[in-house]
Nanobody
Framework: QVQLVESGGGLVQTGGSLRLSCAASGRTFSSYAMGWFRQAPGKEREFVTAVSGFGGMTRYADSVKGRFTISRDNAKNTMYLQMNSLKPEDTAVYYC???????????????WGQGTQVTVSS
């Protein structure tokens, strides 16, 4: 079992920045690919970004490329999402997710966090 806890959400103005964190339980953090999804009101949850177990591979949704950066610190069992140049359309609940396979994380995560709200005001 892997337990995931997000933090760092909040209210920010258009063009601002936020950094989300996802702390994971367990001693096998590096065995899991990690990623972020988001769900805006009235919309389906969508993939945002993912990183492989040791950080060698990353993937981003087109909507966030060049603005968001995913990273992880395996010594701290923590993953991060640096969000820059935020737009109102980035407003959503952001969820941390994990899967043992990087290739499967985007479609069917094994574990989810509880979510953290990000609101971007115009």
């Amino acid at each position: 079992q892997v337990q995931l806890v997000e933090s760092g959400g909040g209210l920010v103005q258009t063009g601002g920045s936020l950094r989300l964190s996802c702390a994971a339980s367990g001693r096998t953090f590096s065995s899991y690919a990690m990623g972020w999804f988001r769900q805006a009101p009235g919309k389906e949850r969508e993939f945002v970004t993912a990183v492989s177990g040791f950080g060698g591979m990353t993937r981003y949704a087109d909507s966030v490329k060049g603005r968001f950066t995913i990273s992880r610190d395996n010594a701290k069992n923590t993953m991060y999402l640096q969000m820059n140049s935020l737009k109102p359309e980035d407003t959503a609940v952001y969820y941390c997710a994990a899967h043992r396979l990087f290739s499967d994380l985007g479609s069917r995560p094994e574990y989810w966090g509880q979510g953290t709200q990000v609101t971007v005001s115009s």
